[in-house]
């Protein structure tokens, strides 16, 4: 398994910014589609953007579409979440994700399931 161990988190006021990295222990690690969920109290963990191996394809929930960018840098065995106009409901606890299997062609309709090694979380609160 890869491992991953997520930083960036905080507290934050509504309209902010925050960019979060998940660093990943394996060089194979650019084989990997990548994921970035998140888990508020109470809630399902919901897959909030992906992307894949060689990071021509990328995927975003319809809640953060236009406000979060998802991107990878292989040379650094690092994916990133840059979350922009951030808002209440955006808090939660973050956690990235590789792909259970390697060279996955698309990301679009992964689940949790898909994945098979995950970062250990990282809180992110935006206050209103």
């Known amino acids: 398994q890869v491992q991953l161990v997520e930083s960036g988190g905080g507290l934050v006021q509504a309209g902010d910014s925050l960019r979060l990295s998940c660093a990943a222990s394996?060089?194979?690690?650019?084989?990997?589609?990548m994921g970035w969920f998140r888990q508020a109290p109470g809630k399902d963990r919901e897959l909030v953007a992906a992307?894949?191996?060689?990071?021509?394809?990328?995927y975003y929930a319809d809640s953060v579409k236009g406000r979060f960018l998802i991107s990878r840098d292989n040379a650094k065995n690092t994916v990133y979440l840059q979350m922009n106009s951030l808002k209440p409901e955006d808090t939660a606890v973050y956690y990235c994700?590789?792909?259970?299997?390697?060279?996955?062609?698309?990301?679009?309709?992964?689940?949790?399931?898909?994945?098979?090694?995950w970062g250990q979380g990282t809180q992110v609160t935006v206050s209103s």
């Open positions: 994700a590789a792909d259970r299997i390697e060279i996955r062609a698309a990301v679009r309709g992964l689940v949790a399931a898909d994945f098979g090694s």
């Open positions: 394996e060089r194979t690690f650019r084989n990997y589609a």
């Open positions: 992307i894949s191996w060689s990071g021509f394809r990328t």
